[in-house]
Nanobody
């Protein structure tokens, strides 16, 4: 099955920015999303983007993160600014959803997943 690949993670200081990329999806014409997970905690939806570009964000990242996509090259992005220590987590991308226009942070709606990329933010 399709395996996505995340890149762009790393260790940064609070206030810094990072841009995550995700490739390998069959199409960017369905819902795509970013999730994150802290060891021992449940995976959390961060942001999602619909076929037409409509976006949605978790309250914890709203105003700081931006999800976008490149339909031509099949790339999903997550631009993260003003990073804080509480943003530290493994970030996963998800794609190839059965939904197109109304996207949700529902893990089972995404057919393709990456292995995750670590983001560590220190104060």
């Amino acid at each position: 099955q399709v395996r996505l690949v995340e890149s762009g993670g790393g260790s940064v200081q609070a206030g810094d920015s990072l841009r995550l990329s995700c490739t390998g999806m069959n199409s960017t014409r369905t819902c795509m999303a970013w999730f994150r997970q802290v060891p021992g905690k449940q995976r959390e939806g961060v942001a999602n983007i619909a076929k037409g570009g409509t976006t949605s964000y978790a309250d914890s990242v709203k105003g700081r993160f931006t999800i976008s996509k490149d339909n031509t090259n099949n790339v999903l992005y997550l631009e993260m600014t003003s990073l804080q220590p509480e943003d530290t987590a493994i970030y996963y991308c998800a794609a190839d959803s059965s939904r197109w226009f109304v996207c949700r942070d529902q893990e089972d709606e995404y057919a393709s997943w990456g292995q995750g990329t670590q983001v560590t933010v220190s104060s």
